[in-house]
């Protein structure tokens, strides 16, 4: 046991008879709230008393238990703070409460052990136990109890007594009831035996039809075993002759075919050309409709979508991005920063990545270091990078999807009339950010 227990045990066995009885009445009540599993094992049998009889019966048992078992005055004191909500609230946080009763403040101090509990015991201690003119009082409150406690017997006994003529008609119609269901259930008795006795009959008239129709069915299953193997050697002639048409068919092919292809050399007429006779026509052709749905440059749906085509190739214009998302950094941060944030979304999505970075102001080598899957082009001396974004534009197939990064509107046009499908930097930062 703790130090606190021990205080606890020693000021239970000095508690005021007032304050004793009041903390015994408050735990007889909530010991008929707790489960089962919850109750000590001596007072378990105390538990579906009355509380008036629980308390009286138990307060042997049940005082000595709060004292040594922490565990169950916890829960005593959580049943007794519930039905005195708002004393026990202002009880265990320590709040005056100067227009209670000494007693029960000390009682409920005593379950729910605030910190000033003990002075609260020692305050009820002080109270006179005798007061005339309040046992006067209770006594006079007691007598209008009782005399109203008799009004309400003789109200209950009297809508008892109604209820027990109530119950009487119902039986009596219940009775009856039963007479007639009883007489309902012979007939039914007797008229399950007529139909049991016509059944028995069906039944032995439906074992002969029965027997009859096993006989007819074996007489199917021979004719069925005898026209399966007609039809088996039908079958087998059949594919024969199939066999042999084919035969026939092919070698007649083959013969068409050398035949054509003879004709075709001694004629020496040229292979066929990807030329028909539409194409002759004048007219003027549409443009293509770019790759991906119509929707804004800076969707960002839309730049998920158009990276799920298969095989897209995503081209970014490098310092256009990074110097429009980190334009406060060196170059040289930039350009780790953009290729560090490419390399995971080539992790997600399997793309081609290609970027084009301005190489006009480069004084020498450039140390970088581009993740798997991400390629880095600097434009050669005397080309801007927007060439040469172009130039791997033109340099895929026609039909691939082809995406290019940049917020230049001058190399967005042009990409546009090569076939492929501008999106802005911003488009590509805020997807970074979602990375």
């Not at 293509?288 to 440059?297: F, V």
């Amino acid at each position: 046991m703790t130090e606190a227990g021990t205080a606890a045990s020693s000021a239970a066995t000095t508690l005021p008879e007032p304050v004793r009885q009041r903390v015994l009445t408050l735990a007889a009540h909530a010991l008929g709230q707790l489960t089962a599993t919850d109750i000590p094992a001596p007072l378990r049998r105390f538990a579906s008393f009355a509380p008036a009889k629980r308390a009286k019966l138990s307060a042997s048992v049940l005082g000595p238990i709060l004292e040594t078992d922490e565990h169950f005055r916890r829960l005593t004191a959580f049943e007794v703070r519930r039905e005195h909500p708002e004393l026990g609230d202002a009880v265990a946080e320590g709040v005056p409460v100067p227009a209670a009763d000494p007693v029960e403040v000390a009682a409920l101090a005593y379950l729910l052990r605030p910190d000033d509990w003990e002075q609260r015991i020692a305050a009820a201690a002080q109270v006179p136990v005798e007061n005339p003119r309040a046992d006067e009082e209770a006594v006079h409150r007691l007598a209008d109890q009782l005399d109203q406690a008799r009004t309400e017997t003789r109200q209950v006994r009297e809508r008892l007594r109604e209820q027990v003529n109530e119950l009487k008609g119902e039986n009596v119609t219940l009775r009856r009831k039963l007479n007639e269901a009883r007489q309902r259930i012979a007939g039914l008795q007797t008229d399950l035996e007529q139909r049991t006795k016509e059944a028995e009959t069906a039944d032995e008239r439906v074992d002969a039809a029965r027997a009859e129709v096993e006989r007819d069915l074996r007489k199917l299953r021979t004719r069925i075993t005898e026209l399966e193997a007609v039809e088996h050697a039908a079958r087998r002639t059949a594919g024969q002759e199939r066999e042999l048409a084919s035969t026939r068919t092919r070698l007649l092919l083959d013969t068409l075919l050398e035949a054509a292809s003879g004709l075709r050399r001694e004629l020496a007429l040229p292979p066929g050309g990807e030329l028909r006779p539409a194409d002759t026509v004048a007219g003027s052709e549409p443009d293509a409709a770019p790759i991906g749905r119509t929707a804004p440059e800076d969707d960002p749906a839309l730049f998920d979508e158009l990276l799920a085509l298969p095989q897209v190739h995503l081209i970014i214009d490098g310092y256009n991005v990074t110097k429009t998302a980190w334009p406060n950094s060196p170059l040289h941060s930039q350009r780790q920063r953009l290729v560090t944030a490419l390399g995971a979304l080539v992790a997600q999505r399997r793309i081609e990545v290609t970027v084009v970075f301005d190489g006009a102001e480069l004084s020498g080598p450039v140390q970088l270091n581009p993740p798997r899957g991400v390629r880095v082009r600097f434009s050669p001396a005397g080309v801007i990078a927007d060439d040469v974004i172009r130039q791997l534009v033109r340099a895929e197939p026609p039909g691939r999807p082809v995406v290019v990064v940049s917020t230049d509107r001058e190399v967005a046009d042009s990409i546009i009339k090569l076939g492929a499908r501008a999106l802005s930097a911003s488009s590509l930062i805020a997807r970074i950010a979602r990375t």
